[in-house]
């Protein structure tokens, strides 16, 4: 059986000719991203905001201001109906009646679910998720902590592991990826939970690690081929991963894809976000974190002492030492 080839050898495209329409089109994405942050906001489950979430498969399309009445006129304080791929998938989303009350959660969840199910014939109702203010807003900030935090330290093992060029790189492309897919939930008001946020580490740790096998060809050919030109000897190493790239991207996708079309409801955000991350993750490690090594005038012979570059010629365990 001959194995399957999903980039023939002796590849050869030249991804960096185009790296200004490239970049222009992510910087026009991240601007239109951070808009709608600001503009449009999150669509926060009760994660983050607190308050009784319930999903409720129905039998038919459902009437969403007839049904918000209903479920107002039980005095459970405002209710946020969301739909969930379909017009038959719905979140019920209300207020916590009273934090002193300990029964008064339950009491609001039974009275929602009956008249679901008395209004509504065949339709299913799930279980009931209850989180408190005082919770949800400690998770906001365990989460957006532990984003900044996760950014931070990969810059910072970037940065000593190889040179500061690439450190840059790699750090831009990671805010590329984090401000696409945070715009992605603020354009489509996607409920925004916890799951989000495990998806966006995921993504950072995905992306980053696409960026490091680049970045280690990279370091690799210019050891090698210290005469090359850069954008040459970029669009070399690119070429030379791109095997790789494609076939963890794809096989990665595939599953991703199942899981979106048949998965259940609870992981759809986490899904779509790893399906988009894995999208922006391949072409910011192709086209932002390489094209970036360009506009930093990163050279060939950038990291040779001054005298080696004096007469054209260095000893190959000086350079190792050099690039580490």
Partial sequence: MRPLKLVPDNTNIAFLKYRTVAMALSLGLILASIVLCFTQGFNLGVDFVGGQSVRVSFQQPVNIPQLRERIEALGVGEATIQRFGNDREIAIRTPLPDDTDATAADRAA?????????????????????????????LFR????????????????????????????????????????????????????????????TIIGYSLNDTIVVYDRIRENMRKYRKMSM????????????SRTVAT?????????????????????????????????????????????????????????????????????KLAKDLP
């Fill in 110 to 138: 039974t009275a929602i679910k009956d008249t679901v199910e008395k209004n509504y014939p065949g339709a299913s109702v799930g279980a009931v998720q209850s989180v408190s203010g005082k919770v949800s807003q400690e």
């Fill in 142 to 201: 365990t989460g957006a902590t532990s984003l900044a935090l996760a950014m931070i330290a990969i810059a910072l093992y970037i940065w000593f592991r190889f040179e500061w060029q690439f450190g840059v790189g790699a750090l831009f492309a990671l805010f590329h990826d984090v401000a696409l897919t945070l715009g992605f939930f603020a354009l489509t008001q996607l409920e925004f939970d916890l799951n989000v946020v495990a998806a966006i580490l």
């Fill in 231 to 242: 954008e040459e000897l970029l669009n070399l190493s690119i070429n030379e991963t791109l």
């Fill in 249 to 317: 991207s794809l096989s990665i996708g595939l599953v991703l894809t199942v899981l979106l079309v048949l998965g259940p409801d609870v992981i759809f955000g986490f899904t779509a976000a790893m399906l988009l991350g894995i999208v922006i993750g391949t072409f910011s490690s192709v086209y932002v974190s390489a094209a970036i090594l360009l506009w930093l005038r990163l050279k060939p012979d950038s990291f040779l002492p001054a005298e080696a570059k004096a007469d054209g010629t260095a000893p190959k365990a």
